[in-house]
């Protein structure tokens, strides 16, 4: 740049070195800036050739740039040295400030290291401080963390010359200026990588969020958002058309509600559970005709990183159809297809559903029969205790009180289930003409006299229409709750319970005379009678022992009746 006395600043050099430096701030990309770096020295520092060696990520430097010759940038462009390799390089020679400079009598040993080099041919220098083809000339750059960026290396100065201290100071300063125009290219590219990233997100988002908004919107099914948390715990924010419809309420309408405000009363509970705990339950919702439809209602809790829960994702599906299905299905398993009855399983169900294993106690006093059973403990001691017996028990160990007395050994009544047991047992009304007032659960044992004739003289059909009007008469005079099932054949059976002996003969008579008025069957009029049996439910028994007894004295009725009386017309 300077002959070597270098005895003041040549003003265009100064101009020249500052537009090279102003030029480093315009380059757009980190590639361009790299470049620019390269060419910088050329334009503007004197020299022939320079290369940018660039560190990567993984600490070894590549040559990111070169000036000069486009035989140096063919050999060496791209090319890698390693970190090992530069760590020598830049703590040999010697120290020119921030510069390193290795002679050619000493960079001979560093010949078969991995560093990319442009070997120059020229004369040998005459005079010591010519430039020799050999020497070498290292400028590192240092982020403001003096963190090592990369390192200029220049060659061949155009006067043929070692840099004086001018041109030491001109080319230290220009490689400070490189690393930070470096640093704001590696930044800006990271900044675009970032923006282009975000970028990208924020469209996936947006994509995914119009998914979502088409695939809520137009589901086939049900879709609903709802709040969780809060005092508006459950109200719903958002509701597709296919909810709408379903339940024939407008989108601005059902804004207004939660689900708890449409669910069936009796469905409440089962909606609180898979409310707070998220999944999947069947209920009814109520439309805005006042009529339920059952749907399907599963839940998902959509959450947020850092809040937690936000909201409540619910799919409402119609399974009005499978619901009425089932319906169907369990009322057939249940009942007679012929004449709509409860069947003898139903039959059998509902009689055990109210006996227990455990037998009435014996009573003397009529109505104290019907018995409570007490929490374990409660008999005077500490639970299971020996205690002590207030009232005289019999045999089995009851007590004649009403309540369970302790076994033979002081060893308390087995307990039940549960702290109470709630179940009242059911008794029998005591035998004899005096009624005292216990009631209990009759069992109506119902066999109609004649039938077989008329099936085998007019045919099944009629039959069949004959059963179908019996049980319409006997269902019509019963109570609202009572059961009146077919057994099979021309076999009924009533549960009316409640009653005493004598109500008990009184719905049998009426049962009886609401049979025998003609039945008129294709224009023809027949007749049948019924014999009665009357059973009682009683705890300790099952409920085939209970349908046997009251079987056993319906034939014992049917026997003791004129043959009149039982043959049909």
Request: net charge negative.
């Amino acid at each position: 740049m300077e002959t070597e006395s270098e005895p003041y600043v040549r003003l265009a050099t100064l101009r020249q070195l500052h537009h090279v430096v102003a030029d480093l701030n315009t380059a757009r990309s980190l590639a361009d800036t790299l470049q620019t770096v390269a060419d910088g020295v050329i334009n503007g520092l004197g020299y022939e050739l320079a290369a940018v060696n660039l560190v990567r990520p993984d600490g070894d430097l590549v040559v990111a740039a070169v000036a000069g010759s486009a035989g140096a940038e063919a050999l060496m462009a791209g090319r890698v040295g390693s970190r090992t390799a530069w760590d020598r390089w830049l703590s040999m020679g010697e120290h020119w400030g921030a510069l390193r400079f290795i002679p050619h009598t000493e960079g001979w040993v560093l010949d078969d290291d991995d560093i990319p080099q442009w070997r120059n041919d020229g004369p040998i220098p005459r005079f010591a401080d010519e430039w020799h083809p050999m020497d070498r000339l290292l400028a590192p750059m240092y982020s403001s963390g003096e963190e090592l960026l990369g390192v200029i290396s220049v060659d061949k100065p155009r006067n043929g010359r070692k840099p004086g201290p001018w041109g030491c100071e001109a080319l230290q300063m220009y490689a400070f200026q490189a690393a930070i125009a470096i640093s704001n290219a590696r930044l800006r590219a990271n900044m675009q990588r970032a923006l282009v990233r975000l970028e990208r997100e924020q469209q996936a988002l947006r994509a995914s969020e119009e998914s979502f908004r088409q695939a809520f919107e137009y589901a086939p099914s049900g879709m609903a958002i709802a709040e969780m948390g809060g005092d508006q715990h459950g109200r719903l924010l958002r509701t597709n058309d296919a909810l709408c419809r379903l339940l024939g309420r407008p989108a601005a309408a059902m804004r207004r509600y939660s689900f708890s405000d449409l669910v069936h009363p009796e469905d409440i509970g089962t909606l609180l559970r898979t409310s707070a705990e998220g999944g999947r339950a069947e209920l009814r919702l109520a439309r805005r005709d006042g009529t339920y439809v059952w749907v399907s209602l599963r839940n998902s809790v959509v959450a947020d990183a850092a809040d937690g829960p936000r909201f409540l994702l619910t799919h409402v599906e119609d399974i009005e159809e499978r619901k009425r299905h089932e319906l169907q299905l369990a009322h057939r398993a249940s009942h007679d297809s012929l004449t709509g009855l409860p069947n003898s399983a139903e039959l059998r169900a509902r009689l055990g559903a109210r006996l227990c294993s455990r037998p009435p106690l014996p009573s003397q006093n009529g109505p104290s029969s019907k018995t409570l059973d007490v929490a374990p403990g409660e008999f005077g001691g500490a639970a299971y205790g020996p205690v002590e017996a207030e009232a005289e028990t019999d045999e089995l160990g009851f007590r004649s009180d009403g309540f369970d007395a302790p076994y033979a050994g002081r060893r308390p009544f087995p307990p039940p289930l549960g702290p109470y047991d709630h179940h009242v047992h059911s008794v029998a009304p005591p035998e004899g003409e005096q009624d005292d007032g216990t009631k209990g659960l009759a069992v109506l044992f119902c066999d109609l006299d004649g039938f077989k004739s008329i099936n085998d003289r007019f045919g099944h059909h009629t039959g069949d229409a004959v059963l179908i009007e019996v049980a319409r008469r006997l269902t019509n005079g019963v109570r609202d709750g009572d059961t009146v099932a077919r057994l099979g054949g021309d076999e009924f059976v009533v549960l009316a319970d409640g009653l005493g002996r004598a109500d008990a003969q009184d719905l049998a008579v009426r049962l009886r005379n609401a049979i025998i008025p003609p039945i008129r069957v294709e224009g023809r009029a027949v007749r049948v009678g019924a014999s009665f049996g009357i059973g009682w439910a009683s705890c300790g028994m099952s409920a085939e022992e209970v349908l046997q007894s009251a079987d056993q004295r319906m034939y014992v009725e049917k026997r003791s009746r004129a043959k009149t009386h039982r043959r049909a017309g």
